[in-house]
Nanobody, 123 residues
Framework: HVQLVESGGGMVQAGGSARLSCAASGLTVSTYCMAWFRQTPGKEREGVAGIDFDGSASYADSVKGRFTIRKDNDTNTLYLQMDNSKPEDSGMYYC??????????????????WGQGTQVTVS
């Protein structure tokens, strides 16, 4: 079965960088649509970035130019590079997978498998 395990969260200084990782098993990231979502208490889960099996990426407007999503097909790992972080980037970050191609929108209901999340706090 599909298992996604995030790591790399923690405390980040405003303006600083962090790299989140998502180790995948039970699927091949090169053939799936993969994405990062984040959630803060009392709010709905929001899409941050997605990457399709052809490597094409999409980003939420709030992170464009600051975050980069990529995947390493050799290690079957998804990454999110967070640069110039802001306090509003704080939240629980989740890795997610979708068996078919990305839809072009980052909607949580389109993804079937989720990791347990990793907390990022920017201050």
């Amino acid at each position: 079965h599909v298992q996604l395990v995030e790591s790399g969260g923690g405390m980040v200084q405003a303006g600083g960088s962090a790299r989140l990782s998502c180790a995948a098993s039970g699927l091949t990231v090169s053939t799936y649509c993969m994405a990062w979502f984040r959630q803060t208490p009392g709010k709905e889960r929001e899409g941050v970035a997605g990457i399709d099996f052809d490597g094409s990426a999409s980003y939420a407007d709030s992170v464009k130019g600051r975050f980069t999503i990529r995947k390493d097909n050799d290690t079957n790992t998804l990454y999110l590079q967070m640069d110039n972080s802001k306090p509003e980037d704080s939240g629980m970050y989740y890795c997610a997978s979708r068996k078919w191609g990305c839809t072009g929108e980052l909607r949580a209901e389109d993804y079937s498998a989720w990791g347990q999340g990793t907390q990022v706090t920017v201050s």
